[in-house]
């Protein structure tokens, strides 16, 4: 029998114009990613990049085995898994075979009969995913899948390469007719057939050859140009998204020359336009004028007008420019559309946040001082001369309490909890409710709590969410030295949105503050406390409610902090109720439309958010939809009454369900006067 290996550049000659063309590929490949990495540079750091074990996890997870992409679509996740999977094969196997030509012979016999079979399975995977690709978005037509003008050019190159590849082996193995031919690949010897005759095969397979390779080293030469990109970028991303986040101060900001952080930056080279954010976006849900998808494309346009090693070269900038304008740059004005809901970071495959650029052009729209929306203007003066949005006098701040004695903890009060009421909570006249059921049920249950009274503050959520960054920094202080002076260790909150702040926000925020100013406090949200007291048996329910009832996820509380069981746990625990769950639930919840400083816009739209949203509430035949927000409560009661929905189904926060249950509710005498 023959020696069983492949000839390296076998009926190939002038080889050194190959080596030209590879030097040539791989130089513009490197000119590429550096102008990728030049552009990444002109980013602020906002997080410390190092060694993370929980990134090389995700890497894993997410990257290699595509964990992400699957769980939004199995569909997509496994043509993916096809695709990535048959061209990284594909390219450590060109590796592996310069190896064996220029270092060390390794592929014979037996380990090059295998290796060759698995390069065509490789193959296979590539061309069937890729296939599929095109299938999905140009016969099925999939509606969030986009059909520009590279999302067909890329595939049909990708399976070009592939064919040919395939070709290029049949011509061979019909040229030399190895005695091991049929041993080493699948497809070849079905494809000798074609060829009318070794001599035939050996022509025609120096153009097959020089054709394959000239496909594969202008993909290498267009692969940092191109969406392909992604295969770099995402990765990258995937492992800077577990990294810690950094404060940037309003301080830090003046010195700063770009106009994104380096992370922003990356997503956005990194996003694919898969539009999987879209697809669950509720402004789009909605029909309103603003998409994440274009949002991050957009923020790409942006920052690649600037640093860009192209920009040196006139001819190349024009290119370029030219390029870029076929999508659009950031339109400031839209982002005030994000409710900062985080559904699109959910679905997201490779961790792109395009709430972090909404918020990040908001701060650019306030400092700047282009012109914002008059509700938020007005917003915002409002937290800086009442220390709360809804212009309410800071005397009247403990007016919710009515007739409940609850100790104030700025009067050498001691307790273990320090309720934080929040804005929204202490002053608007649906809102209160929620703080007075929770005080109630806390007196009933024994719970040693007290508040902050009048001299509560606005803990500066609506002011970061906004982009109000030098607003956020003063309330925080503010904050943190009211905590300071009573001694306040253990907060619960009314609010997830406060919650988050105090949670998320605080700990970096501190990190700017020197030693003596920063507090070390513990915090909680209300719904937590609540299912402790129910398991701890505290909850002694007296009523049987007969109720269907269903549960709407605030963000802030499902998905930007996790906490989707307690609430469910509470209402579970109560006697006949029963619990059914939207379309839209845990993370895959859908916001109200009330985050991200949109109680305080009004945004242009056909539809409502939290009409939708109340929609698919009613749809369950709930009698009553439960949530455990303040932004949420007057939302999702305004639509009820706007969705024409007042007879179908009511609203209540979860404080006041076990209310009734505990027969404790409707007592008007302990209401403000
Ligand atoms: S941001 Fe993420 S989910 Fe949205 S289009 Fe880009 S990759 Fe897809
Ligand atoms: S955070 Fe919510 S509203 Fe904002 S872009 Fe993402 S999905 Fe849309």
């Known amino acids: 029998m023959d020696s069983i290996y492949r000839e390296q550049f076998w009926n190939i000659s002038r080889v050194w114009l190959f080596y030209v063309l590879a030097g040539l590929a791989l130089a513009v490949f490197a000119f590429g990613v550096a102008d990728r990495v030049a552009v990444w540079k002109t980013g602020f750091k906002a997080r410390r990049i190092g060694f993370s074990a929980a990134g090389i996890r995700r890497l894993i997870i997410d990257g290699l085995l595509g964990a992400r992409i699957i769980k939004g679509d199995l569909t997509a996740g496994i043509i993916h898994l096809m695709i990535f999977w048959g061209f990284l094969g594909l390219f450590l196997g060109t590796l592996s075979s310069a190896v064996d030509h220029y270092v060390v012979s390794w592929l014979r016999g037996n380990v090059y009969l295998a290796f060759s079979r698995m390069m065509e399975v490789c193959g296979a995977a590539l061309i069937i995913g890729t296939a599929a690709v095109l299938l999905r978005r140009y016969l099925i037509r999939v509606p969030r899948l986009e059909r520009r003008g590279e999302d067909l050019i890329i595939p049909a190159w990708l399976i070009t ?87 940037v101060s309003v301080e830090d900001r003046s010195t700063l020359v770009g106009e994104f952080s380096q992370d922003q930056i990356l997503f956005s080279q990194a996003c694919t336009r898969c539009g999987r954010c879209t697809d669950v976006c509720p402004a789009c849900l909605a029909g309103e004028p603003f998409s994440p998808r274009n949002f991050v494309a957009a923020g790409k346009t942006d920052a690649t007008l600037k640093g860009r090693l192209i920009n040196r070269v006139s001819f190349l900038k024009k290119w370029a420019v030219k390029r870029l304008s076929e999508t659009p740059a950031i339109s400031p004005g839209l982002s005030w559309y994000c409710t900062t809901c985080r559904a699109c970071l959910e679905v997201c495959p490779i961790y792109a946040a395009p709430l972090d650029l909404v918020r990040e052009v908001r701060i650019r729209i306030l400092e700047d001082g282009r012109s914002a929306p008059p509700l938020v203007t007005r917003a915002l003066e409002n937290l800086l001369k009442y220390s709360n949005p809804w212009e309410s006098s800071k005397k009247k701040r403990d007016k919710w309490m009515g007739d409940l004695t609850i100790p104030d ?50 803990c500066g959520d609506i002011a970061r969410c906004l982009g109000e960054e030098g607003l956020f920094e003063t309330l925080g202080e503010d904050t943190l030295a009211l905590f300071q002076k009573h001694e306040i260790t253990r907060v619960v909150t009314s609010s997830p949105h406060c919650f988050h702040t105090f949670k998320n926000e605080y700990p970096l925020f501190q990190e700017s503050l020197p030693e003596e100013s920063r507090v070390d406090f513990s915090v909680s949200h209300y719904s937590r406390i609540l299912a402790g007291l129910s398991r701890a048996g505290r909850l002694s329910f007296s009523q049987t409610l007969n109720l269907t009832v269903t549960y709407h996820d605030p963000c802030y509380l499902g998905r930007h902090n996790g906490i989707y069981d307690e609430p469910r746990q509470v209402i579970q625990a109560i006697p006949g109720v029963t619990l059914k769950e939207m379309i839209h639930y845990g993370p895959d919840s859908l916001c109200c439309g009330g985050g991200g400083g949109r109680m305080w816009q009004e945004l242009s739209s056909e539809t409502k958010i939290s009409e939708v949203r109340i929609r698919e509430a009613a749809a369950t035949g709930a009698d009553v939809v439960i949530t455990a927000c303040p932004y949420c409560l007057i939302m999702l009661e305004d639509a009820r009454k706007t969705a024409g929905l007042e007879d179908s189904i009511k609203v209540l926060d979860l404080n006041e369900l076990v209310l009734l249950a505990l027969g404790l509710a409707d007592r008007p005498s302990e209401r403000p006067r």
């Open 161 to 247: 390469i592939a064919v040919t590849g395939f070709l290029v082996k049949s011509a061979r193995l019909a040229a030399t007719q190895p005695a091991w031919g049929e041993a080493s690949s699948f497809v070849g010897p079905a494809l000798t057939g074609i060829f009318s005759s070794p001599l035939q095969a050996q022509d025609v397979h120096v153009y097959l050859w020089w054709g394959h390779a000239l496909l594969s080293l202008g993909l290498i030469a267009y692969l940092p140009f191109s969406k392909l990109f992604h295969a770099l970028a995402a990765p990258a991303n995937i492992y800077v998204q577990t990294q810690p986040r950094q404060f």
């Open 409 to 458: 903890l700025t009067r050498n009060v001691r307790a273990e909890w320090c309720y934080f009421v929040g804005c929204t909570t202490s002053i608007d006249l649906r809102a209160q409710e929620i703080a007075r059921a929770f005080s109630r049920i806390l007196i009933h249950t024994g719970v040693s709590f007290g508040t902050l009274g009048k001299k509560e503050t606005c």
